[in-house]
């Protein structure tokens, strides 16, 4: 087995440093540097090489591409190889990413995200859960990097009837938020009695809140087997952003589930990692990766509880050569958090720059401008 794939059966938030993760990303760097050509002539020019990465220490000087250089360049390899999956982001005006996946690195996508939610207790496959997913339709948007993660998040359980709420109308050519069927989904899905789970855009599980409450529908009792898995951010949206704890307790109160089990994710197309809340509402750096917060102008690493741009490097991906990318998320890291889990956490500050890149959320964000 390869040091890569030892490093993804092993366990998401291990008591004691594995020792996995620095022979992982070596290998990683190394196949990264012999497929893609730009990777080889980024470490040339850094004077960085594989064989440098021996401790802890050394996962810092792995150089980085700006997440922005995917939505602009394509980056091809050296020799073309077979593709399980492509998916891209779902931006409209032309900046789009379109990741690549080879077996390998798809089979790790999905393990570390089973490891990440089943370590927090959100897998369980000996029950059904129904599935209200306020994301894309995926006959009609299978590429979309959200319809990759809401097939991913939903084989935690068994599926009962799972409803798509941005949906395709054939006849304005367009994708559309359809409040009322959500609305009659949930109402549905509630009298069976069944657990569920809500994934996707915070905004739209607000605004599908905000619907219920209008027509004067009282609170639901879906109970501690339901949950509410966010993702995507609240971007492009400054005018329906509620502060978190607001969130989670208005959708909590709603549902009637417990608060505890409202939890965001974050994650890229560009980087297939999840960083999932715990039940203290942080989001925990699984052992497949590392974070680093970086000065947004010397772009040195920062040190716990600094503010500045998040640089996300994971050996998972072999097939796209995002492996150690800098975003344009403002963050900060702490060491421990005291919920008992292992591991590094993860805040959120925002998004750097004016305009924003387009990203699944940006465009979401519009169809519920629309919807309104
Ligand atoms: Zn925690």
Not at 344 to 351: A, S
Request: glycine share 8%; hydrophobic share 45%; charged share 25%.
């Amino acid at each position: 087995m390869t040091a890569i794939d030892r490093l993804f059966r092993s366990a998401a938030f291990p008591r004691r440093p594995s020792g996995l993760f620095v022979p992982a990303l070596r290998e990683c760097a190394r196949r990264q540097a012999s497929r893609f050509p730009a990777i080889a002539r980024l470490f040339a020019r850094q004077g960085f090489s594989p064989s440098r990465l021996r401790t802890e220490r050394d996962v810092e000087l792995v150089p980085f591409l700006s997440v922005a250089a995917f939505k602009e360049f394509e980056f091809p390899p050296a020799r073309p190889f077979g593709a399980a999956l492509t998916l891209a982001s779902s931006g409209t005006s032309g900046q789009r990413s379109r990741i690549v996946l080879d077996e390998g690195s798809l089979e790790r996508v999905k393990r570390s995200a089973e490891s990440v939610y089943g370590a927090l207790g959100m897998v369980d496959k000996s029950r059904t859960a129904n599935y209200l997913c306020m994301t894309y339709d995926p006959r009609k948007a299978k590429d979309l990097g959200t319809a990759f993660t809401d097939e991913l998040l939903s084989s935690f359980t068994a599926r009962a009837e799972v409803h798509y709420a941005i949906a395709w109308d054939a006849a304005a050519r367009a994708f559309r938020f359809d409040l009322e069927a959500t609305l009659a989904a949930l109402r549905r899905m509630a009298a069976t009695g069944l657990p569920l789970r809500v994934l996707g855009f915070p905004a739209h599980v607000a605004f599908t809140l905000e619907g219920w409450r209008a027509r004067g529908w009282p609170a639901l009792a879906l109970g501690a087997r339901s949950w509410v898995m966010t993702g995507g951010g609240w971007k492009g949206h400054a005018g329906l952003e509620i502060p978190k704890a607001r969130f989670r307790a208005e959708a909590a109160a709603w549902l009637g589930l417990p608060v505890e089990n409202v939890r965001d994710l974050y994650g890229l197309v560009e980087h297939g990692i999840p960083y999932v809340e715990c039940r203290l509402g942080r989001m925990h750096v699984p052992e497949y990766a590392r974070v680093f917060v970086r000065d947004p102008e010397t772009l040195s690493a920062l040190a716990y509880g600094r503010k500045g741009l998040l640089q996300l490097v994971t050996p998972y991906l072999t097939s796209y050569p995002s492996f150690s990318v800098l975003t344009t998320d403002w963050g900060l890291t702490r060491r421990h958090c005291r919920c008992g889990a292992a591991g590094e956490t993860l805040e959120l500050l925002g998004r750097a720059g004016r305009s924003p890149a387009k990203g699944c959320a940006v465009t979401a964000a519009e169809l519920l401008k629309a919807a309104r």
